[in-house]
Each structure stands twice: as structure tokens, then as C-alpha cells.
């Protein structure tokens, strides 16, 4: 997974300057769309977009500090107007274009390499897991999409689950991880905007036909599933990394607002 996230980001390098990079990059990736945004979001903290906006800026910068015109520089990195290049270029790094030569500095954002190690540090690892056809089984409403924070809505359906659906629960739930894993999906906006609303459910994994009153099921194809494990302050440890995949998190007894995530993306491999 990380050398296909590698070759997107030499893909949208190579190709930095063209409209339609973002969707272009994306028929380079096994991972679907949504899912490759999704965990792109949950490495970096930023969007594709803002990621491809801030490499744009980054070399209208360095282009900039080498004497290109505002205007020209404007029109190579597809601003439409020279109002529009100057409010984005000040907003990512405070000066006017025109004001840059003159300050003597220059911001640099540079291209992105995966490795074991990103975001701020924290170890990132990946395992690959084949899984047979499974279902998620557990309650669910429909609540306001939110990127940051605690979604008082999910709160309020888990404080929602009975003493009989948690047995029920625990007794049907059979495949790994034995854990209570938290699956989003349908979406308004495709998890690309913070609005509208989605499907949370809170539930287990597990193969049994036959579930208790009151739960529902969201049946799931065998496939391969990549993992990515994570550890930091909750709940921003799994904020926005869930479309239709699915996360849990244990708190960490020995450290404050610390948890142990881990997000469960499927994914489709190529044929050779």
C-alpha cells in the first residue's frame, strides 16, 4: 500500500500542473477512490486537494523568489484570476505575491514520501488480511457528518445499545478483532465534505445468520483488507478515516485522552 501511495504522489508531481491531476492520479491506485482519499487524509491530516494546493503554491513561491511575473506565475498554476492566485498565496504563507521578492523568504511545502513513519511521528505500520464473507451486525442511525471532536449523536447510540443487545453481541461475535468496531457508510457528500449526514453503526464482526431483536446486518464480500494501526490523543486518532471501512479504539489505562486504533480499509489487488 505504500509504494501505490508513493507512485500517486510521483504521478501528481509529474503531472502538478495539469486541472484534473487529482482524478487523473487516482486511476493510478488499486484503492478506490474513496478509500484512497480517506486514508490519505488519515496519514497526512490534509486533503488531496489541499495537498495538491499547497505543492502548487509552494513552487509558484519558489518561482516567484526567481522573478516570475504575478501574473504569468498565476496562469501557470491554474488560478483563473490574478485575485484569486493572490488571496490563496497570502492565506497560505501571509505575504503578497508581490511582497515576495522583496521579504527575502520563501515557505516550502515539500513533496510527500511515505515511509514507516508519518504524521508527526507516531509509527505507522500496515498488515494485509484476507477475510471471507462476513457481516457487521449492531445498531445504527443516521447522524450529522463531523470531522473533528466527539459526534455527541454517536455518543448518544451507543449509550443507546441494551444490557440484551450487548449480550447478544458478544455472543454472536466471532471473527477477529474481537473488538467493538465502528463502520460509517452512505454518506450525502461521499465523506468529502463536512455536511449532510451518514450510517453509523456501532457493532461486530461476526458470520451467524441469526441476530438478535433489534440489530441490524450489513453483509460484506470475502476480501483483502489492509490495516493501519495508530496511536494518539482520541478521538482525532480516527477522525475522518471511516467510509465503508471500519475502526476501533481501545483507551490506553496508563495515558490521558490516549488511545490504540486501528482502520480496516478494503482493498482490490491487482491481477498480475
Given at each position: 500500500?505504500?509504494?501505490?501511495?508513493?507512485?500517486?504522489?510521483?504521478?501528481?508531481?509529474?503531472?502538478?500542473?495539469?486541472?484534473?491531476?487529482?482524478?487523473?492520479?487516482?486511476?493510478?491506485?488499486?484503492?478506490?477512490?474513496?478509500?484512497?482519499?480517506?486514508?490519505?487524509?488519515?496519514?497526512?491530516?490534509?486533503?488531496?486537494k489541499?495537498?495538491?494546493?499547497?505543492?502548487?503554491?509552494?513552487?509558484?513561491?519558489?518561482?516567484?523568489?526567481?522573478?516570475g511575473?504575478?501574473?504569468?506565475?498565476?496562469?501557470?498554476?491554474?488560478?483563473?484570476?490574478?485575485?484569486?492566485?493572490?488571496?490563496?498565496?497570502?492565506?497560505?504563507?501571509?505575504?503578497?505575491?508581490?511582497?515576495?521578492?522583496?521579504?527575502?523568504?520563501?515557505?516550502?511545502?515539500?513533496?510527500?514520501?511515505?515511509?514507516v513513519?508519518?504524521?508527526?511521528?507516531?509509527?505507522?505500520?500496515?498488515?494485509?488480511?484476507?477475510?471471507?464473507?462476513?457481516?457487521?451486525?449492531?445498531?445504527?442511525?443516521?447522524?450529522?457528518m463531523?470531522?473533528?471532536?466527539?459526534?455527541?449523536?454517536?455518543?448518544?447510540?451507543?449509550?443507546?445499545?441494551?444490557?440484551?443487545?450487548?449480550?447478544?453481541?458478544?455472543?454472536?461475535?466471532?471473527?477477529?478483532?474481537?473488538?467493538?468496531?465502528?463502520?460509517?457508510?452512505?454518506?450525502?457528500?461521499?465523506?468529502?465534505?463536512?455536511?449532510?449526514?451518514?450510517?453509523?453503526?456501532?457493532?461486530?464482526?461476526?458470520?451467524?445468520?441469526?441476530?438478535?431483536?433489534?440489530?441490524?446486518?450489513?453483509?460484506?464480500?470475502?476480501?483483502?483488507?489492509?490495516?493501519?494501526?495508530?496511536?494518539?490523543?482520541?478521538?482525532?486518532?480516527?477522525?475522518n478515516?471511516?467510509?465503508?471501512?471500519?475502526?476501533?479504539?481501545?483507551?490506553d489505562?496508563?495515558?490521558?485522552?490516549?488511545?490504540?486504533?486501528?482502520?480496516?480499509?478494503?482493498?482490490?489487488?491487482?491481477?498480475?
Amino acid at each position: 500500500m505504500l509504494k501505490q501511495l508513493n507512485e500517486t504522489m510521483d504521478y501528481i508531481e509529474a503531472h502538478l500542473l495539469e486541472e484534473e491531476v487529482i482524478e487523473q492520479s487516482m486511476r493510478q491506485s488499486c484503492v478506490s477512490e474513496l478509500h484512497f482519499k480517506n486514508l490519505f487524509f488519515f496519514l497526512t491530516g490534509m486533503t488531496l486537494k489541499e495537498y495538491v494546493r499547497n505543492r502548487r503554491l509552494s513552487e509558484a513561491n519558489y518561482d516567484l523568489m526567481n522573478g516570475g511575473k504575478v501574473t504569468d506565475v498565476a496562469l501557470k498554476y491554474n488560478y483563473q484570476s490574478i485575485d484569486g492566485f493572490t488571496r490563496a498565496f497570502k492565506n497560505w504563507c501571509g505575504f503578497l505575491p508581490s511582497e515576495v521578492r522583496k521579504q527575502g523568504e520563501c515557505k516550502v511545502f515539500s513533496k510527500l514520501h511515505f515511509a514507516v513513519t508519518m504524521k508527526g511521528g507516531s509509527s505507522m505500520e500496515c498488515r494485509i488480511v484476507e477475510k471471507p464473507a462476513f457481516y457487521f451486525v449492531g445498531v445504527s442511525k443516521r447522524v450529522p457528518m463531523q470531522y473533528e471532536g466527539v459526534n455527541q449523536e454517536i455518543v448518544k447510540l451507543a449509550q443507546s445499545i441494551t444490557p440484551e443487545q450487548r449480550t447478544e453481541l458478544h455472543r454472536i461475535q466471532n471473527m477477529e478483532p474481537s473488538e467493538i468496531v465502528n463502520v460509517s457508510h452512505h454518506s450525502d457528500t461521499d465523506f468529502l465534505r463536512e455536511e449532510g449526514y451518514l450510517t453509523h453503526m456501532i457493532g461486530v464482526l461476526t458470520t451467524e445468520e441469526e441476530v438478535g431483536e433489534g440489530l441490524e446486518k450489513l453483509p460484506m464480500k470475502a476480501g483483502t483488507w489492509d490495516v493501519f494501526p495508530n496511536e494518539g490523543p482520541f478521538p482525532f486518532t480516527l477522525q475522518n478515516t471511516e467510509s465503508l471501512s471500519f475502526s476501533f479504539t481501545k483507551m490506553d489505562s496508563e495515558k490521558t485522552d490516549s488511545a490504540y486504533s486501528e482502520i480496516w480499509i478494503p482493498v482490490t489487488r491487482k491481477k498480475r
